[in-house]
C-alpha cells in the first residue's frame, strides 16, 4: 500500500528524447538570435474607388479617387466607406485620428476600419462568414470614439495596402474630420538584396521586387508563413523562405533562430511540430497532427544552412534532431518500400504535399522521404556522422527502386500515385527533386506530364515552387522560365503588390478555407521567385527567349 | 487705408458679458471642487437567460440560469449568447480574461460585448439603427483577441447591470474559456444617507433605495444627466439632482462645482448653455440653441443651494449670472405680457419643459418664468442685491396677472396655452408652482386636470416631478403620493434598478430618439422620489393611506 504513495505521475516514466538542459540551451540560442524589428513610419498615398471589374483579380480593382489631403479636410460624415490606399503592403500597428470640424461633440462615434491586403478585401462582406478558420482573422475592426480630438492605435498588428473607414455612428448634432491615419510598419529585413543584372527582363524584375517585397514582410521575429494570417513559423515556409533569403537578404541568424526554435520546441518524442508560435512565451502547437513531409524538410533546411554559412556549431549542435527525423522513415513503409501513405493518414499523420484535396499523396512522399534522406545523408558527411546513420544508404537505394518498379508507369511514362495510379505535378516533382530518375528521362517524364490532360495540376504556389525546381533539375530551363512568368507574372500582372498563399489563375477566388478574403495574400511560400532568379541568372535574368 | 491694415477680428469688438479674468477665476474654484472617485470591484453574481415575456418591461425578463462558476469553467464556445448578470446597476470600466482549455490557441478570438442597464439591451438587435442619436450611444463592443491569455478593458467606460457575450470569430482547432468578468464601479457619492423612518411603506423604501442608486450612479465628476448616455452636465437635471442631494447625500461641494463649471462656460452675451462637457478640457455645446427654461432654472438652483448651504461667497460670486438670465424675460414677452413661446422658437429658442411633441409650452414657460424671477428675487434679498433686480416685482405682478387673465380658463377651471387653448399637466403644474393662483384654486384646478380627458399628460419622469410638486404645494398631498407610488413604483415593480430617463406605462418602447435601447435608464431627473420621501416625511414616509 504504501508503494501505491509513490507512484510517480506518467509524464516522468514518458522520456524526454531530448534533455531538458538541452532544450533549454536550444530556445536560449533561439532567443537571442532575436532580431530587432525596424520601425517604418508611413502615410496612405491616395483616396481610392474600389470598383467591381470582371476582369480585375477576384472582380475588384481600386483606382484613385482622390489626394488624402482633400478627404482629410472634408466632413467625414459624408464620406463613410472611403478607402484609402498606402500604395505598397504594409505590417505594423495602425493609428487614426479623429477631430471636430465647426462643432462640438455631442455623442461618441462608432467606425468600422476594414483593412485589406487585396482589393476584394475591402469590398466583399465579411459576414454571413463560411469560413472553415477563425472568423477574426479578418480585418475588421469596430472602434467607439467617446472623446474628440481622438489619436486611437488599434491593438492588433495589421497586414493591408488598403483601409476602408465606414461611419457606424454619428450624431446629427457635429460634424468631424478623419486628420490621418498612420502605420508603423515592422520588418527584421534590413540588408539590401543585390541588384538584379541590367539585362533582366521587366516583368522578371517585377517578380523579383515582389518576391522582396513578400519575403520582406513576412521576415519579423521569426519567418512568419503570412503577417496577415497564421503569423507563425511553419517548416514548410520557413524551408522556403531561408532559400529566398540565402539569395536576397542573407539575413542567416534569423534562420538559425528558427531551426533552434523548432528543435527546443520538438514533440517529447523527438519528432518535430510543424508550427510554432513566439508569444507569450514559445510554444508548439501542442496536440497538432505530425506533419511528417515538413518534418523532413527540417534536415534539408539544417543542410541548405551550413552550406550558405558554413556554420558547422549550429549544425552538430542540431544534427541529433535531424537524425531524430530519420527513424520515420520505416515507420509506414509496406513491403515492396513504399510509403504507405493511406495508413500514415489513417493513423493520424498529415500529408500535406500541397492544398488539394484531390492530391494522393503517396508517390510525392516517397520523393520528399528519399530527397530528405539524401540530404541528410549529404550533411552527416560534412559532419562526419556517416555512422550515426548507416541505415540511409540502403534505404534510399530500396525505395528509389521501388519507386522505380511500382510508381513508375512505363507506358504513360510518368509516376503514378495510390489505389488509382494517379498522374500528379506533385508526384513527378518530388521523385525528380529526389534524382530517383536520370535528367533525360526526368525530362521525358516532364514532357509527358505537360502533355496529360488528366495530371492534378498544383494547387499552389508551394507545390508550384518544387515542379519549377524539377524542371530546372531536369535542365527544362525554358519551361521553368515560363512556369515563373506565367503563374508569379500572372498574379503581378493582375495587380500583386506580394505574392499570393493561393493563386489558381482558373479560379481568382479558391480558398482552402472556404472564403477567400481569409486567404493570406503576402505568404512566406510564394516569395521564392527571388530564389530562382537570383540562384539561376542564367535562366531568369538573361532577357533572351 | 491705412486704417484697413488696424481692422480687428470681431471677436475683440464683441464683448463677453464676464471678463476673462473672472470666467477663469469661476473654472478654477469648479475644478478645485471636482470630486475623487470612489472606485469599487465588481463581480457579475450569476448568469441568466433573457426571455421574451409579454407582461415584463419592455417584453423581456431575466430568469437566473446557472451561477458564474459554471460559466468559468466550461468551454465558452459552446455558450456564446451568454449572459451575466453584475445584479445591479454600474457605472465603469469592464475588463474580461480569456484563456486557452486544455488546447494550444491557433487563432484569433472575436467577441461581441454587449452592455445592457435593461434586459431588452441584451435581447433585441440594434441594427439597422432607427435611432436619431448616435448609434454609437448604444454599449456593443467588438473585440478581437490575438493572443492567450488575454485581459482585456474595454477602452469605454460603461453603465449596465447585463453583459452578453457573443462570439463572432473562433477555430475550430482549439477551445477557451472566460474566465473573469470585472467591473471598477466608480462614483463620487460617499456619504451615507440617513435612513427612512421605520413606519415608510416598503413600496416607498423600494422607490427610495432605486433613487438612491440613480443619483449615486449619476454623481461622477459632475452630476451627469445618465451615466450611459449623454455623460454631461445639463441644468434641468442638475436642479433635480441638487434637490435630491440636499435631501440624501448632502455633498454640496459638487453642487458648486456645477454652478461654477456652467457659470465659467456661459455664453458671451451672459446666458447660459443648457449643458456642458468637461472633457478634454471644460466646455460647452457651442452653437446648441438657448435653452431658455434650463437657464431660468440656475437662478433657483442657486437660490436653493445658498439655502442649503449658507455658502454665501458663492451665492455673491454667481449672482451676477443670476441677474443675468433675468435679462431674457422680457425678450419675447407679448403686449399682455404673455410669453410668445411661437416667436421665440421661431427666432432659434429651445423650449423644452417636457419630452412631449404635442405640448404647447406657452403656459409652462409663463409659470416657469414667474416661479424663477420669484426665487431670483428672494436670492436677492438674500444677498442685498434687490436693487440690481428692481425690475422684478412688477413683472412678476404683470405676468401673474397676465396669466390669470389670458391663460385660465373659467369655464373649464384650467390654464390653457397657445392658440388651440391646450390643457395640460406642464401648463397647470407650472403655473401652480410659480404660485399664480391660491392653494385652494390650485386644488380645484388640479382636481379639473385629473379629470380632464384631453389634457396633455407628462411625457416622463422630468415633468412627472414638477407635478408632483404642484401636488404637495397645493396641499394634495395623497394624490403626490399615489403618483409616485403609482409613476415610480410603476418601474420598481417592473424591475427597474435604477429609474429612466423615459417612462410611460402605456407604451415602454416609447423613445425620444425613435430607438427604446438608446434610452437612458439610470436617469438624474428620474430620481427625485429621495427628495420627496425625504422632504416630506409626513406624506411619503407615513404607513397610513
Same mark, same amino acid.
Given at each position: 500500500?504504501?508503494?501505491?504513495?509513490?507512484?510517480?505521475? /506518467?509524464?516522468?516514466?514518458?522520456?524526454?528524447?531530448?534533455?531538458?538542459?538541452?532544450?533549454?540551451?536550444?530556445?536560449?540560442?533561439?532567443?537571442?538570435?532575436?532580431?530587432?524589428?525596424?520601425?517604418?513610419?508611413?502615410?496612405?498615398?491616395?483616396?481610392?474607388?474600389?470598383?467591381?471589374?470582371?476582369?480585375?483579380?477576384?472582380?475588384?480593382?481600386?483606382?484613385?479617387?482622390?489626394?488624402?489631403?482633400?478627404?482629410?479636410?472634408?466632413?467625414?460624415?459624408?464620406?463613410?466607406?472611403?478607402?484609402?490606399?498606402?500604395?505598397?503592403?504594409?505590417?505594423?500597428?495602425?493609428?487614426?485620428?479623429?477631430?471636430?470640424?465647426? /462643432?462640438?461633440?455631442?455623442?461618441?462615434?462608432?467606425?468600422?476600419?476594414?483593412?485589406?491586403?487585396?482589393?476584394?478585401?475591402?469590398?466583399?462582406?465579411?459576414?454571413?462568414?463560411?469560413?472553415?478558420?477563425?472568423?477574426?482573422?479578418?480585418?475588421?475592426?469596430?472602434?467607439?470614439?467617446?472623446?474628440?480630438?481622438?489619436?486611437?492605435?488599434?491593438?492588433? @498588428?495589421?497586414?493591408? @495596402?488598403?483601409?476602408?473607414?465606414?461611419?457606424?455612428?454619428?450624431?446629427?448634432?457635429?460634424?468631424?474630420?478623419?486628420?490621418?491615419?498612420?502605420?508603423?510598419?515592422?520588418?527584421?529585413?534590413?540588408?539590401?538584396?543585390?541588384?538584379?543584372?541590367?539585362?533582366?527582363?521587366?516583368?522578371?524584375?517585377?517578380?523579383?521586387?515582389?518576391?522582396?517585397?513578400?519575403?520582406?514582410?513576412?521576415?519579423?521575429?521569426?519567418?512568419?508563413?503570412?503577417?496577415?494570417?497564421?503569423? @507563425?513559423?511553419?517548416?514548410?515556409?520557413?524551408?522556403?523562405?531561408?532559400?529566398?533569403?540565402?539569395?536576397?537578404?542573407?539575413?542567416?541568424?534569423?534562420?538559425?533562430?528558427?531551426?533552434?526554435?523548432?528543435?527546443?520546441?520538438?514533440?517529447?518524442?523527438?519528432?518535430?511540430?510543424?508550427?510554432?508560435?513566439?508569444?507569450?512565451?514559445?510554444?508548439?502547437?501542442?496536440?497538432?497532427?505530425?506533419?511528417?513531409?515538413?518534418?523532413?524538410?527540417?534536415?534539408?533546411?539544417?543542410?541548405?544552412?551550413?552550406?550558405?554559412?558554413?556554420?558547422?556549431?549550429?549544425?552538430?549542435?542540431?544534427?541529433?534532431?535531424?537524425?531524430?527525423?530519420?527513424?520515420?522513415?520505416?515507420?509506414?513503409?509496406?513491403?515492396?518500400?513504399?510509403?504507405?501513405?493511406?495508413?500514415?493518414?489513417?493513423?493520424?499523420?498529415?500529408?500535406?504535399?500541397?492544398?488539394?484535396?484531390?492530391?494522393?499523396?503517396?508517390?510525392?512522399?516517397?520523393?520528399?522521404?528519399?530527397?530528405?534522406?539524401?540530404?541528410?545523408?549529404?550533411?552527416?558527411?560534412?559532419?562526419?556522422?556517416?555512422?550515426?546513420?548507416?541505415?540511409?544508404?540502403?534505404?534510399?537505394?530500396?525505395?528509389?527502386?521501388?519507386?522505380?518498379?511500382?510508381?513508375?508507369?512505363?507506358?504513360?511514362?510518368?509516376?503514378?500515385?495510390?489505389?488509382?495510379?494517379?498522374?500528379?505535378?506533385?508526384?513527378?516533382?518530388?521523385?525528380?527533386?529526389?534524382?530517383?530518375?536520370?535528367?533525360?528521362?526526368?525530362?521525358?517524364?516532364?514532357?509527358?506530364?505537360?502533355?496529360?490532360?488528366?495530371?492534378?495540376?498544383?494547387?499552389?504556389?508551394?507545390?508550384?515552387?518544387?515542379?519549377?525546381?524539377?524542371?530546372?533539375?531536369?535542365?527544362?530551363?525554358?519551361?521553368?522560365?515560363?512556369?515563373?512568368?506565367?503563374?508569379?507574372?500572372?498574379?503581378?500582372?493582375?495587380?500583386?503588390?506580394?505574392?499570393?498563399?493561393?493563386?489558381?489563375?482558373?479560379?481568382?477566388?479558391?480558398?482552402?478555407?472556404?472564403?477567400?478574403?481569409?486567404? /493570406?495574400?503576402?505568404?512566406?511560400?510564394?516569395?521564392?521567385?527571388?530564389?530562382?532568379? @537570383?540562384?539561376?541568372?542564367?535562366?531568369?535574368?538573361?532577357?533572351?527567349?
Amino acid at each position: 500500500m504504501l508503494l501505491l504513495l509513490f507512484v510517480l505521475p /506518467s509524464a516522468i516514466y514518458s522520456q524526454d528524447f531530448y534533455d531538458n538542459t538541452q532544450r533549454e540551451k536550444w530556445l536560449k540560442i533561439a532567443k537571442d538570435n532575436t532580431p530587432a524589428l525596424v520601425e517604418t513610419i508611413k502615410k496612405p498615398v491616395g483616396a481610392v474607388k474600389i470598383i467591381a471589374d470582371a476582369n480585375a483579380f477576384q472582380g475588384y480593382k481600386a483606382i484613385s479617387s482622390q489626394s488624402v489631403s482633400e478627404v482629410y479636410k472634408k466632413s467625414f460624415k459624408q464620406q463613410s466607406g472611403t478607402v484609402l490606399d498606402f500604395g505598397q503592403h504594409l505590417t505594423g500597428h495602425v493609428t487614426i485620428t479623429i477631430n471636430t470640424l465647426n /462643432s462640438v461633440q455631442d455623442a461618441p462615434l462608432r467606425f468600422k476600419l476594414t483593412f485589406g491586403e487585396v482589393p476584394a478585401e475591402v469590398a466583399v462582406p465579411f459576414d454571413p462568414y463560411t469560413g472553415g478558420l477563425s472568423r477574426a482573422w479578418l480585418q475588421d475592426e469596430i472602434i467607439t470614439v467617446m472623446e474628440l480630438p481622438a489619436t486611437i492605435t488599434i491593438p492588433r @498588428r495589421l497586414a493591408f @495596402r488598403y483601409v476602408k473607414i465606414d461611419v457606424l455612428g454619428s450624431s446629427p448634432y457635429f460634424d468631424f474630420t478623419i486628420n490621418d491615419l498612420t502605420c508603423v510598419g515592422t520588418t527584421s529585413a534590413v540588408n539590401t538584396p543585390d541588384a538584379l543584372a541590367s539585362s533582366t527582363s521587366a516583368l522578371m524584375a517585377q517578380i523579383d521586387a515582389v518576391g522582396l517585397t513578400t519575403l520582406k514582410e513576412c521576415m519579423q521575429t521569426v519567418f512568419e508563413d503570412g503577417p496577415k494570417r497564421d503569423r @507563425r513559423l511553419w517548416i514548410g515556409d520557413l524551408y522556403l523562405q531561408a532559400q529566398a533569403n540565402t539569395y536576397s537578404y542573407k539575413q542567416h541568424d534569423l534562420t538559425k533562430r528558427c531551426l533552434y526554435l523548432l528543435a527546443g520546441l520538438a514533440q517529447k518524442d523527438g519528432f518535430l511540430y510543424c508550427n510554432v508560435f513566439e508569444s507569450p512565451q514559445p510554444h508548439a502547437q501542442i496536440g497538432s497532427p505530425f506533419l511528417f513531409d515538413y518534418a523532413l524538410l527540417y534536415n534539408v533546411l539544417l543542410k541548405d544552412y551550413l552550406e550558405a554559412t558554413g556554420d558547422k556549431q549550429t549544425a552538430i549542435d542540431l544534427w541529433p534532431v535531424a537524425k531524430r527525423q530519420m527513424d520515420n522513415i520505416t515507420t509506414y513503409l509496406n513491403s515492396n518500400n513504399i510509403f504507405d501513405a493511406e495508413k500514415a493518414a489513417k493513423n493520424g499523420w498529415w500529408l500535406f504535399v500541397d492544398w488539394n484535396d484531390k492530391l494522393d499523396r503517396q508517390a510525392a512522399l516517397q520523393g520528399i522521404m528519399i530527397f530528405s534522406m539524401k540530404q541528410t545523408l549529404a550533411l552527416a558527411k560534412r559532419l562526419n556522422k556517416e555512422k550515426e546513420v548507416s541505415q540511409l544508404p540502403g534505404l534510399i537505394d530500396k525505395m528509389s527502386s521501388a519507386a522505380l518498379n511500382t510508381l513508375y508507369s512505363k507506358d504513360q511514362k510518368l509516376f503514378v500515385s495510390g489505389p488509382t495510379k494517379q498522374v500528379s505535378y506533385a508526384s513527378q516533382s518530388w521523385l525528380i527533386i529526389a534524382c530517383v530518375v536520370k535528367k533525360k528521362e526526368a525530362q521525358t517524364i516532364l514532357k509527358s506530364l505537360q502533355a496529360s490532360k488528366n495530371a492534378i495540376k498544383p494547387g499552389g504556389p508551394y507545390l508550384y515552387h518544387y515542379y519549377v525546381q524539377a524542371l530546372i533539375d531536369s535542365g527544362l530551363k525554358e519551361d521553368a522560365k515560363k512556369i515563373v512568368a506565367e503563374y508569379w507574372g500572372g498574379m503581378v500582372n493582375k495587380g500583386a503588390d506580394t505574392f499570393w498563399e493561393v493563386y489558381d489563375p482558373s479560379n481568382e477566388q479558391l480558398s482552402p478555407y472556404n472564403f477567400y478574403p481569409v486567404n /493570406s495574400y503576402c505568404h512566406a511560400w510564394s516569395c521564392t521567385p527571388i530564389y530562382f532568379i @537570383r540562384k539561376y541568372p542564367e535562366i531568369f535574368q538573361a532577357n533572351s527567349k
